[in-house]
């Protein structure tokens, strides 16, 4: 079965500071990775994603994140935060089959909440 | 982009009501599904859909169905509201990955 942990439940950073958030993801075949941020009283907005190719891929907001196989891990970083990245941050484990629609279901990690001080 | 619009943002039900969630995409997605949030557990999958009239339990099933009578739209039905559903409930829709949010309901049971 497929899981995901994402090991700090609370982070707590000074605007302007670097930013990495673990993901530790445990799944059987080649795995699609995803980052969600939740800003307070919202749905969940795809940060960015990993299907296949290069092992670092950027997103949105100036966020990236590197998908280490030997690790298991796809760690959200960013270099420099800002005041509105204080949110929730989702990682995410999932699957594309082709040849069935119904396997995309997502597994998703508890969450990181993300505290910005000035 | 995609537009995933849920019916309610907040909605306040009592024991035992029926309750109705409604969840619309734009985009013709294949899969819809729908979600609960709660502090510390994450997102926990209840449903999900691949087709009009196809639904497959998630992990935490029990209290809940759905129905799916056209492809854009998909509820959550609680048949017998109690208040440990007292939550947020998130629907979601994908075609080829990956899922795209509505805002949420939160949804509370007195």
């Known amino acids: 079965a497929q899981s995901v942990t994402q090991p700090d439940i609370h982070i707590t950073v000074s605007e302007g500071a670097s930013l990495e958030l673990r993901c530790n993801y445990s799944y059987g075949a080649t795995p699609y990775l995803f980052w969600y941020v939740q800003s307070p009283g919202q749905g969940l907005q795809l940060l960015l994603k990993y299907f296949s190719g290069d092992t670092l891929v950027q997103g949105i907001k100036g966020f990236e994140a590197e998908f280490k196989r030997s690790q298991s891990s796809f760690n959200l970083r960013k270099p420099s935060v800002h005041w509105s990245d204080a949110a929730e941050y989702f990682c995410?484990?999932?699957?594309?089959?082709?040849?069935?629609?119904?396997?995309?279901?997502?597994?998703f990690g508890t969450g990181t909440r993300l505290t910005i001080i000035p | 982009d995609v537009k995933v619009t849920q019916s309610s943002r907040y909605l306040v039900k009592r024991t035992g009501e029926k309750v109705f969630l409604e969840c619309v995409q734009d985009?013709?997605?294949?899969?819809m599904f729908w979600y609960r949030q709660d502090p510390g557990l994450g997102l926990r999958l209840i449903y999900f859909s691949y087709d009009v009239k196809m639904k497959e339990k998630g992990d935490i099933p029990e209290g809940y169905s759905v129905s799916r009578e056209k492809k854009e739209r998909f509820s959550l039905i609680l048949e017998s509201a109690s208040t440990n559903q007292t939550s947020m409930y998130l629907c979601?829709?994908?075609?080829?990955?990956?899922?795209?949010f509505g805002d949420g309901t939160r949804l509370s049971i007195l």
């Open positions: 979601a829709s994908s075609s080829r990955q990956p899922q795209h």
């Open positions: 995410a484990v999932g699957a594309l089959d082709i040849s069935n629609f119904g396997n995309e279901k997502l597994t």
């Open positions: 985009m013709d997605h294949e899969n």
